[in-house]
């Protein structure tokens, strides 16, 4: 059996509460995400990509670090973070967001939770967003704290995950709605479960809130989940393209604004609450943007595994954009990928050219989510 030690890793990179569960349970490669150790592989990913659809899986999403604000002002100072319009935001609901700086360019793309009237966290996708927002309340003139939280995530996803669910916490946590939250203990371990999750899946996360209890809490949902098929397994590349989900740092960065993304719905430039970012983003919608997330079907032997560069896109021999993210579909029977391109090529059923790993290939344009383009499996 493998052993933690068997990986040689140092201290300088922090390891999550599930860390040695994972190592236990079958992982055998990981990746530094938020300055955190997080499981990429536990053998074959398309396998991972089956379990997934078919049953279940439970990844180690520690990585998604929570920025905690509370303080009277709480409210006010998130609204101030992102230009999502946050003032129908129930206590007890989530929302997506995004973070964006003074030119509108993007920082972060999280999950926002709204614990208490004056409580949230903010559910990070891989960038130093506590430090952002220290730096943003230093000058602000708010009564806020920021912190990072104990609070260690888990996504329990998948068509079963419900049913675990259930044999978890009982019938009720059946009435938790898509981007709604609950506080819950689980033999003792204070939990928040949500109905979200980074997979396009039915699913959950449960965020433990006492890092000592990791191992425990792991072993708990695993057993739970032995009759229901439940695998440990890592977020699936193949899923989250199939549904046209961001990978930050891949499909958007700080140079990437709401519109090139299609992400108007997430920008209210009209409410009376001010937002880092709002006089840039009104300029960028006025002029349009000039450039545009597209999906790409592309035309080559099946992709051995995600890409690990960007990839040139071409158009009668001129550069027009890059794949951002791209791997081969076994249930589709396709090689799929995000892409950004000028604004002028962006048309459905345009040809273009991609060189995969330096290898010229034909690509099309196409509508994405490539599965499911209504998350009405997510949202069920």
Not at 30 to 59: K, T
Not at 91 to 100: A, R, S
Not at 281 to 301: E, N, Y
């Amino acid at each position: 059996m493998t052993q933690p030690d068997d990986f040689g890793f140092g201290t300088q990179i922090r390891k999550s509460p599930y860390f040695d569960a994972t190592v236990r349970w079958g992982a055998q490669g990981f990746s530094v995400y938020n300055h955190m150790y997080i499981p990429r592989d536990f053998g074959n990913p398309e396998q991972n990509f089956w379990n997934l659809v078919n049953d279940a899986i439970l990844c180690d999403v520690a990585v998604e670090r929570q920025v905690e604000i509370t303080g009277p002002d709480a409210a006010q100072f998130v609204q101030m973070l992102t230009p999502r319009d946050l003032s129908k935001m129930a206590v007890g609901q989530c929302k997506y967001i995004l973070i964006t700086n003074a030119e509108g360019g993007i920082l972060n793309d999280p999950i926002l939770l709204r614990l208490a009237e004056n409580h949230f966290w903010i559910s990070l996708a891989d960038s130093d967003i506590l430090l952002w927002a220290q730096g943003v309340a230093v000058h602000a003139g708010l009564d806020v704290k920021i912190q990072e939280p104990d609070v260690s995530p888990l996504q329990l996803q998948g068509p079963k995950s419900g049913d675990i669910m259930k044999d978890l916490f009982g019938d009720s946590i059946m009435d938790l709605k898509y981007y709604w939250l609950r506080h819950v203990e689980l033999d003792g371990i204070p939990l928040v479960v949500s109905r979200t999750g980074w997979s396009s899946e039915l699913g959950y996360e449960l965020y433990l809130q006492d890092g000592t209890r990791g191992n425990e809490l792991w072993e708990k949902i695993m057993a739970a989940g032995a009759a229901h098929g439940l695998k440990p397994g890592h977020t699936s590349s193949i899923r989250r393209i199939e549904g046209g989900m961001l990978s930050y740092h891949a499909d958007a960065d700080i140079s990437t604004n709401p519109f090139e993304l299609g992400f108007d719905r997430l920008v209210n430039l009209d409410m009376d609450a001010d937002f880092i970012g709002k006089a840039a983003l009104r300029r960028i919608k006025d002029q349009g943007p000039s450039r545009k997330q597209i999906g790409l079907i592309i035309d080559c032997d099946p992709l051995k595994g995600p890409n690990t560069r960007f990839w040139a896109i071409t158009h009668n021999g001129q550069e027009i954009g890059k794949v951002t993210s791209a791997v081969y579909s076994p249930r589709l029977e396709q090689n799929i990928a995000l892409a950004m391109v000028s604004i002028e090529h962006a048309e459905i059923g345009t040809t273009v050219d991609v060189a995969v790993n330096g290898q010229p290939a034909t690509a099309t344009i196409v509508e994405f989510p490539f599965y499911d383009p209504k998350k009405a499996i997510a949202a069920a």
